[in-house]
């Protein structure tokens, strides 16, 4: 049994202690008292709690080292009895730090010369989470990952007695721990025995999600404009591709022996165009034709399609919430992601399983983070996809909404699906967020914002007349496009349908023609962006002249990203490309059968 022992005026002084105490009156005192070995040492004492028995938090102050006791009021004994070291009065042992480090923000906690760990704090032991309740006697090494463990063990030996490490290792803890710290140490003095380092630990969480996600997004974005400049380029290529292949389909009708080679060149040259439209969706840089719409009327619409889609082994479960707000979005695009989820999700149930789509408001009171997103707060209508399949990889879960990121064998998937569906969310002002655990099933939950309709008059759009099976016409049409296949396919297919065509491949020589043209100009269908002067400032010089021009442009990008646009002339129509044949006359015909 070992203790403290003193003279009579600390005993006075330690009963005067353990009345304020009593009432909740808890300070500390310097106290001179007789160790066991009969040293006489100072003492910082204070009695914690006093409940029948006196819990005393007793700093040696000699050599430093912080010991537990109790003394029982009632005795009145000067006495203190000291527990050995191994036996910690309360789980966790921090209580025999210093307050204020016990309350620190940062993790601390004292080892011995092997990194044994005899003592730490609050914020130590919510960093290390759920191995907190086993600290006691472990090495601080077995905490830490491969490698930031043995960074930290050579950063430990290499300190002197009292030197202070400056740079911190950046650790990651064990698996199941995901947290991310800095990790500080010192080496202390300790000629006593006592503790070897004192390890700090700032968490640095938040700081490295916020990190990841500004690299992903920016991957994201990078990867976005790479896809929208490709997709830019085949737009041109397949207009021509398409265009000619249903140019020369005209000529040579069924019977025909070249009938079945050109069909094959057309089917190929559409598929083509619906990848690059995966491509332009992924890069937001589709045009969308959003509307405010009822997600419980459209999933409805589509569960027919879906249906068919998923086959007979999956069962399809669709719940809507009730009275679901509106979103403002284009109900085909949402119908398109809601499509390529369930198509993902019948392919992760090879065997069969339930696919349920479910959809409900939803009000985020503060801003939410999702794993490494942040959602702002306000009202949602969520639509989730869950299916009870083979569930995604840990270590996929971050690529799968890159393009061509895909886990099918060759032929089977191209990893525009996901792609797409994160690019319409995102040009929705929507978030997606994937949940997944390999083998029980994945769910796919995304968020769009709550419409609010501006109370404006309802305007009676005049129905639009059934697609005109005529598209012959008369006029004259001025076209000016830069890249020449685009514009040989386009002129030959409007002078087919009798059109009349003046072509220009820029802004400049278009106005020469103009010039020297006498006569009307009907139509002016131009490209956006071009060498020199550019489309809309070429609409501009030609108004001033003719106010009354009707105008198409026609662009590989979408309309977007031009709508907004300063100079973008008024009263003006918008054809993407690829357009086919038909969409082309279809288009001119709407304008000019007006006159
Ligand atoms: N519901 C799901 N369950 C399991 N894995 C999924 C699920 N949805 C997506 N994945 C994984 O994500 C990958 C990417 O999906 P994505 O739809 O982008 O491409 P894909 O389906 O492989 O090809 P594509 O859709 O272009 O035909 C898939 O290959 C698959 O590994
Ligand atoms: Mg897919």
Not at 10 to 31: C, F, N, P
Not at 180 to 205: C, K, M, V, W
Not at 302 to 312: H, M, N, Q
Request: charged letters at 25%; one cysteine or more; proline letters at 6%.
């Amino acid at each position: 049994m070992a203790g403290f022992s003193g003279d009579a005026e600390t005993a006075q002084r330690l009963y005067r202690l353990v009345r304020a105490a009593s009432l909740k009156e808890t300070h500390e005192e310097e106290l001179k008292l007789k160790n066991v070995a009969g040293k006489w040492v100072h003492v910082a004492v204070a009695p914690i709690s006093s409940l029948g028995h006196t819990v005393w938090r007793i700093t040696d102050t000699s050599p430093r080292r912080p010991v537990l006791a109790s003394v029982d009021a009632a005795k009145q004994s000067v006495v203190v009895q000291l527990r050995p070291l191994e036996q910690p009065l309360l789980a966790g042992a921090d209580v025999r730090m210093p307050k204020f480090i016990q309350d620190a923000p940062v993790g601390v906690a004292l080892t011995g010369e092997d990194g044994v760990i005899s003592e730490w704090n609050a914020a130590f032991a919510s960093l290390i989470g759920s191995e907190a309740k086993k600290l006691k006697d472990r090495p601080v090494f077995d905490l830490l990952r491969d490698q930031t463990a043995q960074e930290t063990r050579a950063r430990l030996t290499s300190l002197k007695p009292g030197e202070v490490s400056r740079a911190p290792v950046d650790v990651r803890f064990k698996p199941g721990n995901e947290r991310t710290a800095q990790l500080f140490a010192s080496r202390l003095h300790n000629e006593n025995g006592g503790p070897a380092y004192a390890i700090y630990l700032i968490d640095t969480t938040g700081q490295t999600a916020l990190e990841t996600q500004f690299a992903q997004s920016q991957k994201m974005q990078a990867v976005g404009q790479l896809a929208g400049g490709i997709a830019h380029d085949f737009n041109n290529l397949l207009t021509v591709i398409n265009g000619y292949a249903e140019l020369l389909l005209q000529r040579h009708q069924p019977g025909d022996p070249s009938f079945a080679d050109l069909n094959d060149i057309r089917n190929t040259g559409l598929r083509a165009a619906s990848l690059v439209r995966q491509l332009l969706a992924f890069s937001r840089r589709q045009t969308l034709e959003p509307e405010a719409v009822n997600l419980t009327d459209l999933v409805a619409d589509w569960s027919v399609t879906l249906r068919r889609l998923i086959g007979d082994r999956v069962k399809l479960k669709v719940e809507h919430g009730r009275d679901l707000w509106p979103v403002f979005a284009d109900p085909t695009q949402v119908g398109n992601a809601l499509m390529n989820l369930s198509v993902n999700a019948r392919d992760a149930m090879p065997n069969g399983g339930t696919l349920a789509i479910r959809s409900a408001n939803v009000t985020i009171g503060e801003t939410m983070s999702f794993g490494q997103v942040l959602m702002p707060s306000g009202d949602y209508v969520t639509l989730e996809v869950e299916d009870t399949g083979l569930g995604i990889a840990k270590e996929h879960l971050g690529k799968i909404f890159e393009p061509f990121f895909t886990t099918k064998e060759k032929g089977h998937g191209t990893g525009l699906g996901l792609a797409s569906v994160y690019g319409i969310v995102k040009q929705t002002g929507g978030y997606i967020f994937p949940e997944s655990e390999v083998g029980k099933g994945t769910t796919f939950r995304i968020y769009l914002p709550r419409h609010i309709p501006a109370a404006a008059p309802v305007v009676v759009e005049p129905e639009k007349t059934s697609a005109a099976r005529d598209l012959t016409g008369v006029g004259t049409i001025l076209l000016v496009e830069d890249e020449d296949a685009v514009r040989d396919f386009a002129v030959r297919a409007l002078t087919m349908r009798g059109y009349k065509v003046l072509d220009a491949c820029g802004g400049e020589e278009a106005l020469e023609l103009v010039a020297e043209h006498d006569g009307p100009i009907d139509l002016l269908i131009s490209d956006v962006v071009m060498p020199g002067m550019e489309g809309p400032e070429l609409v501009k010089e030609m108004r001033k002249r003719m106010p009354e021009l009707r105008v198409i442009f026609i662009s590989g990008y979408a309309e977007e990203s031009f709508r907004n646009a300063p100079d973008r002339p008024e009263d003006c129509l918008f054809l993407p490309k690829p357009f086919s044949l038909k969409q082309l006359t279809s288009k001119v015909k709407e304008v000019l059968g007006e006159v």
